[in-house]
């Protein structure tokens, strides 16, 4: 689970195409109207509305209200914890690729 919001992890909340896109459109801006990220997909506002909630639950969005319309932001924070756990596989593979040269190189010798 995630650290900032115990109701979904985050790396479940990244898991579907269409929430990664959204995060990727709030991340140009500062804060987008409901009705322009639903301009973006092809589905309704409803099935647009219950991707944001997943990302609000994980604590990746933020939103308010501005008279009848739901604005939303990102909170990119939660991130984080996705960076981390490909750091250190990152740092699995470098070594293991370094293992592996190191091997090719002697078996060359």
């Known amino acids: 689970m ?3 919001n115990p109701l979904r992890d985050v790396f479940d909340a990244i898991a579907d195409p269409t929430r990664r ?3 990727q459109l ?8 409901l009705h322009e990220l639903t301009a973006q997909f092809p589905m309704g ?4 509305s219950k991707h944001l909630a997943i990302l ?4 990746l ?3 308010r209200k501005v008279g009848r319309e739901t604005r939303y932001r990102l909170h990119a ?3 984080r914890e996705i960076e981390d756990w490909a750091a250190y596989y990152r740092k ?5 690729l370094l293992r592996l040269n190191q091997l090719l190189e002697e078996e060359e010798e």
């Open 2 to 4: 995630s650290e900032n």
């Open 21 to 23: 896109r959204l995060i």
């Open 26 to 33: 709030l991340s140009e801006a500062d804060e987008v109207p």
């Open 45 to 48: 506002r409803t099935a647009v």
């Open 56 to 59: 609000r639950e994980a604590g």
């Open 61 to 63: 969005v933020t939103d």
């Open 77 to 79: 924070s939660p991130l």
């Open 92 to 96: 699995f593979w470098q070594k293991n």
